[in-house]
């Protein structure tokens, strides 16, 4: 059952260059999303979250878009730089999903220099 | 800054003992979870702890998994009899609020390996 899905399990850019990272859904109870970012050997790390009051939310290179109707949403990352190497997860919750996040299977970005 | 650690980085075991992986919790936080991942496949939320008990659970957390906080840092999950496909990335989260709209801290992750 998955109600996370990112379907680009790998992406290369060239550094500068916009990187964009995908993530669909299915369960439309789901009203809070998130983007973890992992690098090999350490837990994710919180890079941006984004509710489904809005649908853009912006932090320096970082911003997060929102397509409720779509169920999709997207992280881009511009200027892409050589230390945004890592891979990307994509994880929501909802109203009726309790303490749970729902992760994605990560798509791995390589910045290329 | 803190953080969320966890011990051991890497466990090996043979199939059917039991195994205790540990988590210390950023010192603030009342909420406490346990994912994992196994190789190459999404990380699948296991168990949520809040209050000195259990407040959810997936339908991976059987009976033969437990989790406990014996004491004011740690935070446990044990598994008491482990199976093959118990081998994946085990990782310990954190968050100040209830979750869902909070964000959980995630620690670096024990990688089990069951023989």
């Known amino acids: 059952d998955q109600q996370v899905k990112q379907n680009s399990p790998s992406l290369s850019v060239q550094e500068g260059r916009i990187s964009i990272l995908n993530c669909d859904y299915t369960?439309?109870?789901?009203?809070?999303f998130l983007w973890y970012k992992k690098y090999p050997a350490e837990g994710p790390t919180f890079l941006i979250s984004?509710?489904?009051?809005?649908d853009k939310n912006e932090d320096g290179r970082f911003t997060v878009f929102l397509n409720k109707s779509a169920k999709h949403l997207s992280l881009h990352i511009v200027p892409s730089q050589p230390g945004d190497s890592a891979v990307y997860f994509c994880?929501?919750?909802?109203?009726?999903?309790?303490?749970?996040?729902?992760f994605g299977t990560g798509t791995s970005l390589t910045v290329i220099p | 800054e803190p953080e969320v650690t966890q011990t051991p980085s890497h466990q090996v075991t043979q199939m059917g003992q039991e195994v205790i992986l540990r988590c210390v919790p950023i010192?603030?936080?009342?909420?406490f979870y346990w994912y994992r991942q196994i190789l190459g496949q999404k990380v699948e939320f296991l168990v949520s702890?809040?209050?000195?008990?259990?407040?959810?659970k997936s339908e991976i957390f059987d009976d033969q998994f437990s989790v406990e906080r014996p004491d004011g840092s740690n935070f446990t999950l044990k598994i008491r009899s482990t199976k093959l496909e118990d081998s994946a990335m085990y990782f310990c989260?954190?968050?100040?609020?209830?979750?869902?709209?909070?964000?959980?801290?995630f620690g670096p992750g024990t990688r089990l390996t069951v023989l």
């Open positions: 369960n439309s109870m789901f009203d809070y």
């Open positions: 994880a929501a919750s909802g109203a009726n999903t309790g303490n749970q996040f729902y």
């Open positions: 989260a954190s968050s100040l609020l209830t979750s869902g709209r909070d964000e959980q801290f």
């Open positions: 984004i509710s489904s009051i809005k």
């Open positions: 702890f809040y209050n000195n008990e259990i407040s959810e």
């Open positions: 010192s603030n936080h009342l909420y």
